[in-house]
């Protein structure tokens, strides 16, 4: 079967004969030594702050900027893929050859002391204070009219790209819309403009009548794996009432959704055996935050399978686990809290 | 600095500071065992045909079908993603939930009977015996209507996908235009009708002119590595006459691209240490082939480093080391053919 993603315009290719059952994919990873709360040489550790830039934002309870006594805190990325002292101009070196500055800004958002608390074990009020920072931030630095949007991401594992085991979020603002973002947003705007709908609203209700496809919610937010998946147990976390930019979500709503995503990552990470996986904010660009066009979402992306050759040439994906299948597995998953 | 792709409309973030240097990136893989000729247990392995699924082609100077004495061999992948006998009626489960048939061909190149030797060290002779059943394959299967495209690709490594040693490609023909082409396509449609040139074109033009990312080239094909290039050391071969279907292309031709391809493949593999890469081949959808939109060209992604959250959230990519210096380091490399 292959399946119409109605928000990229993609057909995902579904192939359960390639697969395993979906316990099946879970991938016992080596992941080092047993879980120490810290590590003398670890730079994101409390008592390591001068190993670190100085930071941008903390929340603490006690203590001077740069010493012990935060649950969360913020540094700018020691080897930045942007950074805002560069320029934005747009220049030429012929038709063909187009570049600019490397201008933006790229920070390290340390989700808690804990040198290696999984982020789905952590309170709830210390999940809540990561999204209060990650919320902060974004508005700040999209007070620089430069920046066209921010990702926000989190990246858990080697095979999701980590290099740094203390957990940690980042966050990249970009001089330009991404393609990836602009294309979603051009979707979304075509079928509001047929239909005066959030396409997003409306695949979230389907998704709450038919249930299916559903794995957790509350009356804020709703946790659901997509119709047309590209990847196993793909997971979506979307608000219930519409916005669409994350910077203007209500901050007393980062509570409903921190609890809900605790939940979420404690069932993926004991349903997968502490899958490899990253998790990143979908939110509209620069000037379209007040639009009815788009609703900000939570993605979580498990790496439990290597896009190869066909992907990379075509940009479809083949994905082997039926997100029904998924949802009834992670649905049946029990966690304790 | 970002630089433009101007095929994709993609921007790319170059940030060496986060680089080491090109030959810093090889990463001396595990590859096993000894390279070994022939394995007892490989169902590729001449001797063992009768592990595979029946030929559908084989290159063969002697012996019945579906036994030894074949120097290349196409056969039905056991596990497909998509097969002639499925059904490509477009149906809907309400608007927002459209799905398809797994209709589209998965079929498998061996590309040897030995075991373990690498592409770029078979013979230009074996090479091109490849290339010449790729593209009897794609012309055959082109036959029928029910295709759009045919995605060739080879998988090489565990990290790039592959999970059976015995080096293969693969094509998969699907019942949809993959919206990754579909863009390139529209991209260069664009261009066409702005200024009556394939932007290919061009563009092989510009760099055969500067030469600065020209690593190798003779009459008919030239290898560069793009301006805007997504992956440290992502390479291009594009043929010099303008061609927009591979299944359009002189078979007289796969000479000289065989030559090419050895050259290249045999840099690569010596430059970083037998990387781990994908390889694919973007050729025209279907009713586009006598089109003047687009050139048919090779693209190989050297799997050197692993796309984290920012790449999968915004679908931009950040490349640590600038084309023109890979391009540097892999003429400065030293091959025995």
């Not at 496809?213 to 509350?218: D, F």
Request: aromatic share 8%; hydrophobic share 35%; proline share 8%.
């Amino acid at each position: 079967m292959l399946r119409y993603d109605v928000t990229t315009n993609d057909w995902v290719i579904f192939a359960p004969t390639r697969a395993r059952r979906p316990h099946e994919l879970r991938k016992p990873t080596d992941r080092g030594d047993p879980a120490v709360v810290h590590s003398p040489s670890c730079a994101f550790c409390p008592g390591n702050e001068r190993m670190t830039p100085p930071e941008i934002y903390a929340d603490r309870g006690s203590g001077a900027p740069n010493s012990p006594g935060w649950s969360v805190r913020v540094i700018p990325n020691k080897f930045p893929a942007l950074r805002i002292e560069e320029d934005d101009r747009r220049r030429e070196d012929g038709p063909l050859f187009r570049y600019t500055g490397s201008c933006g800004a790229h920070e390290v958002i340390i989700e808690s002391p804990n040198h290696d608390l999984f982020f789905g074990h952590q309170p709830v009020d210390q999940i809540e204070r990561v999204l209060r920072t990650l919320h902060s931030r974004f508005n700040d630095l999209m007070g620089d009219r430069r920046f066209q949007t921010i990702v926000i991401f989190k990246n858990h594992g080697e095979g999701a790209g980590t290099s740094l085991r203390h957990p940690h979020w980042q966050l990249i603002a970009t001089p330009v819309v991404p393609r990836q973002l602009r294309l979603k947003h051009e979707v979304s705007t075509q079928y509001f403009d047929r239909t005066a709908h959030c396409i997003y609203c409306e695949l979230l209700a389907e998704e709450c009548a038919a249930q299916t496809r559903v794995i957790a919610s509350n009356d804020d937010f709703a946790a659901i794996l997509p119709y047309a998946s590209h990847v196993p147990f793909e997971t979506w976390i979307l608000p219930k009432a519409h916005q669409s930019s994350f910077g203007h979500a209500d901050v007393g709503r980062l509570r409903p959704l921190a609890e809900l995503l605790k939940t979420v990552l404690s069932r993926l990470h004991r349903a997968l055996d502490n899958p490899d996986f990253n998790l990143t904010i979908n939110t509209a660009p620069r000037g379209d935050e007040d639009k009815t066009y788009f609703l900000w979402h939570i993605e979580i992306l498990p790496r439990l399978t290597t896009p190869a050759g066909f992907e990379l040439g075509s940009g479809m994906s083949i994905n082997t686990v039926l997100p029904e299948e998924a949802a009834e597995y992670l649905r049946d998953t029990t966690v304790h809290s």
